[in-house]
């Protein structure tokens, strides 16, 4: 059957680089590669493999991904500058002229873009005193770093108010959003350098967010978001940490968790993710129980997405419960009824 085309919000990372890889063309995606790990290339390799034909609306929006980031999150090294260097070595002076004009002009739209080079701790000490929405639309706007500065930042009782309306914000006017964008701007005029001021929220943003945030911050949050919304915080907890991310844990974590999960369940959730998740979790299994696995993987034959997100979930959970017991340490900086052969 056709599997219906991926938004750039449920596409994976791995996915996206495939995808900007393959539009790089050989010799400049070869230069990117030898750059990576092994297990990143054999990532990305086998994702590729699996691309197909493309989607050209999804391309867009991962090469425009691409490029809004290459103009925030390295503005401190030369912002439009850099990306334009950025994008010339990557694609040529001719292609990248066209995206850099597409693009500058949708910067302008961009909502609180002159806050891209705020210190956080003067940007805290005009918004601590707002409204817990008004922080919250501001957060949900801004880089994910600078957002978990600032909420860091705030009391307790306001980090959880604003936290959860973040988490439950859909929509907003945009008449509302530049009230509030214009507001904030005239009053950090006088501490912003002119060479500075060059559908929001959701459940992301604040994972985003909460994921920069150091342990106890990120504990304190959960925690009062627990008392208010359980199945927020739940919900929360499961896109903090995608059952993919195994592969960035310590050999003897993925031992401690293999112990705890049902091998049917393990099965389930190996199916269809990447080679290189696969091999973190074999490597860790006696010889006969990498056998054992595999021969179980082979008799499930295809699975359904929702069956084996079930059972990503479960590990996942069990995976949570042990860093909260501190046994071990993990570190931080829409269904289809489609068939996972």
Known sequence: MTTPALTTLSMTGVRKAAIMLVQFGREHAASVMANMTDKEVEMVSAEVARLGKLDPVQVDDVMDEFYAMATTRYAG????????????????????????????????????????????????????????QT?????????SGLASSILAGLPLEVQTEVAHRIAIMDRTSPDIIRQVESALQRKLSSVLQPDELSTVGGLQPLVDIINRADRTTERLILEALDARSPELAEEI?????MFEDIINLEDRAVQLILRQVE??????????????VRDKVTKNLSERGRENLLEEMDLLGPVKVKMVEEAQAKIVSVIRTLEDSGQIEIQRGGEADELIA
């Open 263 to 276: 091998p049917a369940d393990l099965a389930t959730a190996l199916k269809g993710v990447p080679e290189g």
């Open 77 to 132: 090294s030369g912002g439009m500058e850099y990306a334009r260097e950025l994008l010339e070595a990557s694609l040529g002076k001719e292609r990248a002229a066209l995206i850099l004009e597409r693009l500058e002009a949708s910067m302008n739209d961009i909502p609180f873009n002159f806050l891209s080079h705020a210190d956080p701790r003067q940007l805290l000490s005009y918004v601590q005193y707002e409204h817990p």
């Open 135 to 143: 922080i919250a639309l501001v957060l949900a706007h801004i880089p």
């Open 237 to 241: 907890r499961r896109r903090m940490f």
